[in-house]
């Protein structure tokens, strides 16, 4: 069954949906995106991600191409004229169309905005119950991570080659310190009982669940220390995690082939999944 998305302006089938071939994020991937959760057909943590792609256009100097309202209402359109329950609400916006050039084009360029919708299980995906394995690769990418630019494509080579190694996920490493995953951040208890994931910086995306989780971690009684830790770190731990939009709180079971305690979920990564929840559903728009 086609979906209805959203193309400058248009609500179209998916199969009439079409972009400029000179469009900047086909070209250069000159482009930003975020992905918003919805649960029970409400969106969650919208504003967040709001401002987090308010954030990532001023960085790239980028011009916003609706105001909040009206992106409120686009997401909300679209998540009524497919009918999605449970899934996400996936936007993009481009610097625009211009004639290939690496120089930017004239500020006055429209930029493209595109969305569209993922029906799909949040609540209960079977990683929440089993946890994942990661396995880790170098962390390749560019240096500007806390941007969300759709530049995805070594992800996307780190994921796949995780896969052949009989993971989930990859963690990415860079000078021995464990970045995150492929899109999502990533979390370790010690055996002391510290939560600890990286820091932000320009390393990392900061992350709109990792925010919301950290809090809620706080407000448990968990010991919080953001900063970076090796793999060997992750290794020893008592328990791991990552967090992301689509996947909420997901436990880590074995990383490059270990086995983290008893091989399944950790009391700590499962009460934040619950709490994590918990809320999403209560706060969601």
């Given amino acids: 069954m086609s979906r209805t998305v959203y193309v ?33 057909g409400k969106l969650v943590d919208f504003a967040a991600h709001m401002k ?4 990532s256009l001023s960085e790239l100097k980028m011009t916003r191409p609706a105001s909040e309202a009206d992106l ?19 936007m993009q916006v481009g610097r625009g169309a211009a004639d290939r050039d690496f120089l930017f084009p004239p500020e006055d360029t429209k930029p493209s905005l595109v969305l569209f919708t993922q029906a799909m299980g ?22 500007r991570r ?9 992800p996307s080579i780190a994921k796949t080659e995780a896969k052949a190694k009989g993971a989930d996920d990859a963690w990415l490493v860079e000078d021995g310190m464990v970045t995150e995953g492929t899109s999502n951040n ?15 910086s320009h390393a990392i995306l900061h992350g709109i669940t990792r925010a919301a989780v950290l ?9 919080i220390e953001e900063r970076s830790f090796t793999l060997d770190e992750a290794k020893r731990a008592k328990e791991a995690f990552i967090t992301s939009a689509s996947a909420f709180v997901l436990p ?10 008893d091989g399944t979920p950790g009391p700590v990564a499962r009460r934040l999944r619950e709490i994590y929840l918990a809320e999403a559903e209560r706060t969601a728009i």
């Fill in 186 to 200: 990533a979390y370790i208890l010690t055996e002391d009982g510290a939560l600890v994931t990286r820091a932000l």
């Fill in 8 to 40: 400058n302006g248009d609500y179209l089938p998916e199969e009439e949906a079409k972009i400029s071939v000179f469009d900047r994020g086909f070209l250069f991937a000159d482009a930003v995106y975020e992905v918003t959760s919805v649960l029970s």
């Fill in 146 to 154: 806390d941007i969300k630019t759709v530049q995805l494509l070594y």
């Fill in 252 to 261: 880590v079971v074995e990383i490059d082939g270990l086995t983290l305690g």
């Fill in 215 to 223: 809090r809620m971690a706080k407000e448990d009684g968990l010991r």
């Fill in 72 to 90: 409120l209402a686009i997401h909300r359109e679209l998540v009524a004229r497919n009918g999605i329950d449970e899934g996400l609400v996936y």
């Fill in 52 to 55: 987090r792609l308010e954030r």
């Fill in 122 to 143: 949040l609540r209960d995906k079977p990683a929440g119950r089993t946890g994942i394995k990661v396995a880790s690769v170098p962390d390749l990418r560019w240096g």
